[in-house]
C-alpha cells in the first residue's frame, strides 16, 4: 500500500510563496521508480495538472499556468517531493494533491496514487 501525506499549505499574500511537501511511504512502494507530480483543485473546477517529476528528477514537466513560478523537485533518499511556489496569485487557490505513478503519461492523466491534499490560499 501506498500513502502520499501532502504538507506546507496554508494562507499566503498575493506576491507571496510557499513549499508544498508530499511524504511517500509503504512497504513495498520503490519511490525513484515512480513519477511525481501536482494537481490541484480549485472550487467548481476540475481537479487540473500542475507540474510532474521524473523517476531522477531530469525531466520536469509544468502546466503553462505555472510555468515560471512553481519549481517541483524530489529527494529520492527522503521519498519526498516537493513544490516552490512564487508569485502566488489569488487563482492558485487550491486544494493541492500529490500524485505517484508509474509513468509521465499515468500521472498527468491523473492516475496512479494520490495523497489526501492541501490547501492553498491566495488572499489579494
Known amino acids: 500500500q501506498v500513502q502520499l501525506v501532502e504538507s506546507g499549505g496554508g494562507l499566503v499574500q498575493a506576491g507571496g510563496s510557499l513549499r508544498l511537501s508530499c511524504a511517500a511511504s509503504?512497504?513495498?512502494?520503490?519511490?525513484?521508480?515512480?513519477?511525481m507530480g501536482w494537481f490541484r483543485q480549485a472550487p467548481g473546477k476540475e481537479r487540473e495538472f500542475v507540474a510532474a517529476?521524473?523517476?531522477?528528477?531530469?525531466?520536469?514537466y509544468y502546466a503553462d499556468s505555472v510555468k515560471g513560478r512553481f519549481t517541483i523537485s524530489r529527494a529520492n533518499a527522503k521519498k519526498t517531493v516537493y513544490l516552490q511556489m512564487n508569485s502566488l496569485t489569488p487563482e492558485d487557490t487550491a486544494v493541492y494533491y500529490c500524485?505517484?505513478?508509474?509513468?509521465?503519461?499515468?500521472?498527468?492523466?491523473?492516475?496512479?496514487?494520490w495523497g489526501q491534499g492541501t490547501q492553498v490560499t491566495v488572499s489579494s
Open positions: 517529476i521524473s523517476w531522477l528528477g531530469r525531466t520536469l
Open positions: 509503504g512497504r513495498t512502494f520503490s519511490f525513484s521508480s515512480y513519477v
Open positions: 500524485n505517484a505513478g508509474a509513468s509521465v503519461t499515468t500521472v498527468q492523466t491523473g492516475n496512479g496514487y
